[in-house]
């Protein structure tokens, strides 16, 4: 999996990587996981084809969102990485609407959050997947976008998905 990440970083360009230590670091590190507890790490695969991954903390992390969002049961997506050969397949999309689904097949939850590093990125979350922009923050001298949305079942995914037991 590192090597998927490191991967779409390259592909990504300058300061995309920003803050993410070198490919051969623990996948955990490379998710820049920062709370206590491990993230819920799920991969998306074709056949034994790594084609994406997406990880999940069971809390908001603070930087930026107010005590009242700080407050609220969420799920924050810390990463999502796809194959860069895949790029313009939806894969992002597809494990999004999974986590949405996950979410709301969870109880209890009231958000899936995330945090958008480029304006580009922001407007296709926001327009495209409909999630709500919160607010632009900056973090270290950089300007991030908090997004969120409701979590929201998605049948159809069930036909889609063979498995979806997390990695430990």
Do not use: N
Request: aromatic content about 6%; some cysteine; glycine content about 12%.
């Amino acid at each position: 999996m590192s090597d998927l990440i490191a991967d779409r970083i390259l592909q990504l360009g300058e300061g995309a990587g920003a803050g993410i230590e070198a490919p051969g670091a623990t996948v955990v590190d490379l998710l820049g996981q920062t709370e206590a507890g491990r993230p819920i790490v799920w991969l998306l695969r074709e056949d034994s084809r790594l084609l994406g991954c997406i990880a999940l903390l069971g809390s908001t992390p603070g930087q930026g969102w107010s005590a009242k969002q700080l407050a609220e049961p969420a799920l924050s997506v810390i990463a999502l990485f796809t194959d860069p050969r895949c790029r313009g397949q939806g894969l992002s999309r597809f494990m999004v609407w999974w986590a949405l689904d996950y979410a709301a097949r969870l109880g209890g939850v009231d958000w899936l959050r995330g945090v958008a590093r480029s304006d580009r990125l922001m407007r296709y979350v926001r327009d495209g997947m409909h999630c709500s922009g919160v607010e632009t923050v900056l973090r270290g001298g950089r300007h991030v976008h908090l997004l969120q949305h409701c979590p929201r079942r998605e049948p159809s995914l069930a036909a889609l998905i063979a498995e979806s037991t997390p990695t430990a």
